[in-house]
């Protein structure tokens, strides 16, 4: 069947019929919608995504204390997770400190954290790092002993050191020197790609609280140890 109105020519009586066109305005609502779309699109990224384990370090880390050490995009491993803080009596494979790494693609730790007994070495610690950067300090509680080590050789690495007066059996070492009296814990690892410097130096101080807090039940501490209810800020 001929479709007769398509074939009819318009009558002269007929209202002028209105073009359709495209506004100004109606392209720029356009464009803004697309860069809105685009932009979002570029900040939200969905193609990316990190992945981090449940549990670290001797069960004491969890996901959100290893968030702010990450960048955009990656997976973050402990490849011999350990069960229990080591200690000088319940040593952990022959040794008396404990050492937990977590890796990020690339052969990055993540993070490096460990525990062991220390001596009164405090001062000659704070001496060593301070040869290698600028030292600030960290007020972790009454008693303890904590500082900030900012690398003058990679510029971005930091590094946070605890000392926690600890009264723990110890057996007696051959060298007759007195059995140590602290618990030393030490947070460093590597700023990946993507992180923020400024969580990443905070995450280290909270990180080095609770594992302190871990350690000081691990070497079952006969004083009372005070931790600080928050870890201190690190300085800017």
Same mark, same amino acid.
């Given at each position: 069947m001929v479709d007769v109105a398509h074939i009819i020519p318009p009558s002269p009586d007929d209202p002028p019929r209105r073009r359709s066109r495209v506004r100004p305005w109606h392209a720029a609502v356009a464009l803004a919608v697309a860069a809105a779309v685009g932009g979002g699109l570029w900040a939200w990224k969905p193609w990316q995504s990190v992945e981090l384990p449940q549990s670290a370090c001797w069960g004491v880390l969890d996901a959100?204390?290893?968030?702010p050490l990450t960048g955009p995009d990656g997976k973050a491993t402990e490849p011999r997770p350990a069960r229990e803080i080591a200690t000088p009596m319940k040593p952990a494979s022959g040794s008396r400190d404990s050492r937990c790494r977590v890796m990020w693609p690339g052969a990055t730790f993540l993070l490096d954290a460990e525990v062991r007994p220390a001596r009164d070495r405090i001062d000659a610690d704070r001496r060593n790092d301070a040869s290698g950067g600028s030292v600030a300090p960290l007020d972790f509680g009454p008693g303890t002993t904590g500082w900030a080590t900012a690398s003058d050789v990679v510029p971005g690495n930091t590094s946070v050191r605890l000392y926690v007066p600890c009264d723990f059996d110890s057996p007696r070492d051959d060298s007759d020197q007195p059995p140590p009296?602290?618990?030393? $814990?030490l947070i460093s690892g590597d700023? $990946?790609?993507?992180?923020?410097l400024r969580k990443a130096h905070q995450a280290y101080t909270d990180i080095a609280l609770k594992i302190g807090r871990a350690a000081a039940t691990a070497y079952e501490c006969r004083n009372t140890v005070t931790l600080a209810a928050t870890a201190p800020r690190v300085p800017s």
């Open positions: 959100n204390d290893l968030k009296k602290y618990f030393g $814990v700023i $990946v790609d993507g992180a923020s």
